[in-house]
């Protein structure tokens, strides 16, 4: 027979409101009696239903964790990493993380069930997702945390890169190598931390007495894959344009810019220094190992469930912004 939770007051000699009022972390309860409530719950093994705590808070325990299709196939190891950190910290608020993703493409017609279903009391969105989508779950006035992204309008609650002070960090290290001819290869310009990536290496260019153009900034719409990274490589070695060292929006391109330079028999560093963003696996097992940008991606989905839950606890307001430092890792591609 399932225990309930009847069996618990009565174990812990207490009423069933008081170990309601345990569960669900509400009313004034004793230490003490607290205490007698969670020894019960372990002696007796008790797991009460979801279903019916969910009558009592109005709250179902789940968060959507929303992404773009292109950025799981494309990006995997770095959105998989976020959301690895979501799941563990979801854990400690006792919540579940239910994943789907969606097209750009969107209508309302491939609405993620969750939604359809009303059975999440918050959304993650990471990284770009279709504006309509971000506009239907406003006008439900579900709670969202966006993730690496910042819708053009509206005040937003955000977990974001420091994009700028990344690529700062290093343009000035290959600066300090020598390198005077630097060549910035990213991706889709509507993402504005892409825009922030290559604004930040033409600033830091600007400031050195360096130009910075369109004939070494290098951006195509929606391509952020190592196969970008190795056409824009080829195109430029094959112009024989004067670029001594590569500053790359993310390490899949840096990946595809590598191979580009060994295809050419150009010596990484000795001919040519790379640079990703990102440090996801393909950094290390690179050949030679990737110079990049450190990103604490499980840390990102961490930050980003704690404020997703302060949010609808109503412990933190809406347009909250939490920006993520990174770090330069310095490896053989520099």
Known sequence: MNTTIRDVAHTAGVAVSTVSLVLNRKGPVSRETERKVLDAIEKLHYHPQRSARGLVTRRSGNLGFILSIDHFSKAEP?????????????????????????????????????????????????????????????????????????????????????????????????????????????????????????????????????????????????????????????????????????????????????RACRDHKRRIPGDIAITGFDDVETAITARPTLTTLHVPKEEMGALAVRLLADIINGTASKGTKIVVPVSLICREST
């Not at 990493?81 to 979801?90: A, N, R």
């Not at 343009?171 to 604004?199: T, W």
């Not at 910075?212 to 952020?224: P, V, Y």
């Not at 024989?240 to 590569?246: D, H, P, R």
């Open 78 to 258: 770095f959105y998989t990493k976020i959301f690895l950190g979501t799941e563990f910290e979801s854990r400690s608020h006792d919540l579940y993380v239910l994943l789907t993703t969606v097209d750009q493409q969107f209508s309302e017609r491939n609405i993620p069930r969750f939604l359809l279903e009303k059975n999440v009391d918050g959304i993650l969105l990471a990284g770009t997702v279709p504006l309509k989508l971000i506009d239907y779950i406003k006008d439900r006035h579900l709670p969202c945390v966006f993730i690496d992204y910042l819708p053009p309008s509206g005040s937003s609650s955000a977990i974001l890169i420091d994009n700028a002070e990344g690529i700062r960090q290093a343009v000035l290290h290959l600066l300090e190598k020598g390198h005077r001819d630097l060549a910035f290869v990213g991706g889709d310009m509507q993402h504005p931390g892409m825009r922030e990536r290559c604004e930040a290496f033409r600033g830091v260019l600007t400031e050195h007495g360096l130009v910075a153009d369109t004939t070494n900034i290098f951006c195509e719409a929606l391509l952020s894959g190592a196969r970008e990274g190795y056409d824009a490589a080829q195109r430029i070695l094959n112009d024989k344009l004067k670029v001594t060292a590569f500053v790359a929006a993310n390490d899949a391109i840096a990946s595809g810019i590598l």
